[in-house]
């Protein structure tokens, strides 16, 4: 069977538009890992390894429940309470991995599909920089577009410069030779804040592994240094800063696609 997992090489790009224009671009790489193929990831590449150490890793506690039991089976509850009833089609996320043992994901993406190869939902996981992360469940109500079109209430307080009443808009062109990640933002007065990921497939093999650690040996450290550089630099520009907003738990859920107005007088 053809091996389904992959790296994508591409660019992060954010823009602000409001209060005041804010731009950044990143040169970035992700890993699309069909869940079902870790194991055998594990052995077959000596570079990456799964829920052990290795320069690129993939640990199960890094996502989900966090527990660090297997993640397929808390997926398919998501989906389950989502109105889907999984059938044991792929399931593959498109994340950041563990680089010498650091990792974080602003955003990893589930891509659920069902064996017929038709995509049956996706779960947006955010995380943000207090250890609290939310997974918005969307499910597809057009899998043959080929740009899937979603939209939710923001549900998890993330950047300090902007504010909880507000919600999301996802265009997604799911990975094939390229994947495509667009997230709007958007506030009462329209767009607020557009961010994308944008990459091309590579084909995983120990030498795309190699190269990609070589070109981007730090990666992870860089994100996270990114998020405080920019927000330094947000703050020199005056934007507003709001207060933190708590969850209700440190891992949350939220099923959708619902209106915005539904979600907020829930």
């Not at 039991?69 to 991995?97: F, K, N, Q, S, T």
């Not at 120990?206 to 040996?217: E, G, H, T, Y």
Request: charged letters at 25%; hydrophobic letters at 45%.
């Amino acid at each position: 069977m053809t091996m389904q997992s992959a790296i994508y090489r591409g660019e992060v790009v954010h823009e602000r538009r409001r209060p005041k224009r804010h731009r950044l671009r990143y040169r970035v790489f992700s890993m699309l890992l069909d869940l079902d193929e870790l194991p055998a990831l594990d052995r077959r590449f000596r570079l990456f390894g799964y829920n052990r150490w290795a320069p690129l890793a993939f640990f199960d506690r890094d996502h989900g429940p966090t527990s660090g039991a297997a993640l397929r089976p808390w997926v398919e509850a998501r989906m389950r309470e989502a109105g889907l009833e999984p059938d044991g089609g792929r399931i593959r996320l498109l994340c950041y991995p563990r680089i010498f043992g650091y990792v974080f994901n602003p955003l990893s993406v589930f891509f659920c599909y069902r064996q017929d190869g038709t995509l049956a939902a996706i779960l947006y996981e955010v995380c943000n920089t207090y250890s609290e992360r939310h997974t918005y469940v969307m499910p597809v109500r057009d899998p043959e577009a080929a740009v899937i079109q979603q939209e939710c209430a923001k549900a998890l307080y993330v950047s300090p410069f902007i504010g909880m009443d507000a919600d999301y808009r996802f265009r997604i062109i799911a990975p094939a030779g390229t994947v495509s990640i667009v997230i709007r933002q958007e506030d009462a007065q329209g767009l607020l804040l557009a961010a994308a990921f944008r990459g091309q497939r590579l084909a995983l093999s120990d030498r795309s592994l190699a190269r990609s650690l070589v070109a981007f040996p730090l990666l992870t450290f860089k994100i996270i240094a990114a998020i405080h550089w920019e927000a330094a630099k947000l703050w020199a520009k005056g934007f507003r800063v709001f207060s933190h907003v708590a969850p209700a738990t440190a891992v949350g859920t939220s099923v959708g696609p619902v209106t915005p107005e539904e979600l907020r007088t829930e």
